[in-house]
Nanobody
Framework: QVELVESGGGLVQAGGSLRLSCKAS????????MGWYRQAPGKQRELVAD???????NYTDSVKGRFTISRDNTKNTVYLQMNSLKPEDTAVYYC???????????????WGQGTQVTVSS
């Protein structure tokens, strides 16, 4: 089975912090660029941050200075540290990769099932 599993979501008050984790299953040997996305009620899914296999990062303007994406390639895990959370950050957060290797073959996009983040005021 190939799978990305998110964890770390939950309830937090405005100004608080959460750290999300996304771990790839053991059958996935390599991951290319990894990204965190979110989808709030009534809105389209949007890119929050991404990170290349070499560690180059990119953030959407609304989270710059507050969120930090990182990865541990030895563990096939990507993280999203979220500080100074705001109610508008409330959404289901998904991790994804643009391509991955399983066995000797490369495959296209893979998405996790998502984890809920709720920020109260």
């Amino acid at each position: 089975q190939v799978e990305l599993v998110e964890s770390g979501g939950g309830l937090v008050q405005a100004g608080g912090s959460l750290r999300l984790s996304c771990k790839a299953s053991r059958s996935i040997f390599r991951l290319s660029t990894m990204g965190w996305y979110r989808q709030a009620p009534g809105k389209q899914r949007e890119l929050v941050a991404d990170i290349t296999s070499g560690g180059k990062t990119n953030y959407t303007d609304s989270v710059k200075g507050r969120f930090t994406i990182s990865r541990d390639n030895t563990k096939n895990t990507v993280y999203l540290q979220m500080n100074s959370l705001k109610p508008e950050d409330t959404a289901v957060y998904y991790c994804a990769t643009d391509r991955f290797q399983a066995g000797s073959a490369w495959y296209g996009a893979l998405w996790g099932q998502g984890t809920q983040v709720t920020v109260s005021s």
